[in-house]
């Protein structure tokens, strides 16, 4: 199975802010890597798919970039609407998930 | 509309079997896939399985010897088995459309199930 390891865990960031989150998988995933926020209600929204595609109702301010086996999420300026956990995941099968950022507002 | 929502018991014994209901909507079962992901407390999110548009389907190795996913296409639902439930098992279960170039794009709300005596 491809790992995909996530960074940092958690991070707290100010209103406005600049925010980038990285992930990086164990092999190369040709750009096939997705980004999810989940908030505290339990809601689980798709933000990127395929690398750098917005998903249709997700806020500009997100963009995604990387290939072969790096990428980040950046979050161009926080919004307190963007507190949440932000998972990515590579979409070989078996589809795996990096652990996760616990994205807080300072 | 695309929907998707998970139907099942929030409280299971141990060694007992789950049965959840994913009911979709606004898509079919035979153009798109749908996956079940579970959230332990305190966790990450955990792929566990999956079926095709086609039927077939795949399991995470870990779950393999104890899963079981099927569908009724004529009622838009998909169905999760796990026997030999386990406290390890208690976690939010979601049921999940995968879109275009693999990403899942719709989600159902999750439902909550707890393993206990």
């Known amino acids: 199975d491809i790992k995909m390891t996530q960074s940092p865990s958690s991070l707290s960031a100010s209103l406005g802010e600049r925010v980038t989150i990285s992930c990086r998988a164990s092999e190369n995933i040709n750009n096939y890597l997705s980004w999810y926020q989940k908030k505290e209600d339990g809601s689980v929204k798709l933000l990127i798919y395929?690398?750098?595609r917005l998903q249709p109702g997700a806020p500009s301010r997100f963009s995604g970039s990387g290939s072969g086996k790096d990428y980040s999420l950046t979050i161009s300026g926080l919004e307190s609407e963007d507190i949440a956990t932000y998972y990515c995941q590579q979409g070989y099968t078996p589809p795996t998930f990096g652990g996760g950022t616990k994205l807080e507002l300072k | 509309q695309v929907q998707l929502k998970e139907s099942g018991p929030g409280l299971v014994q141990p060694s007992q079997t789950l049965s959840l209901t994913c009911t979709v909507s606004?898509?079919?079962?035979?153009?798109?896939?749908v996956h079940w992901v579970r959230q332990p407390p305190g966790k990450g999110l955990e792929w566990v399985g999956a079926i095709w548009s086609g039927g077939s389907t795949d399991y995470n190795s870990a779950l393999k010897s104890r899963l079981s996913i099927s569908r009724d296409t004529s009622k838009s639902q998909v169905f999760l088995k796990m026997n030999s439930l386990q406290t390890e098992d208690t976690a939010i279960y979601f049921c999940?459309?995968?879109?275009?170039?693999?990403?899942?794009?719709?989600w159902g709300q999750g439902v909550m199930v707890t393993v206990s005596s």
């Open positions: 606004g898509f079919s079962l035979t153009s798109n896939s």
């Open positions: 395929h690398t750098s």
């Open positions: 999940t459309r995968r879109g275009q170039l693999r990403g899942f794009d719709y």
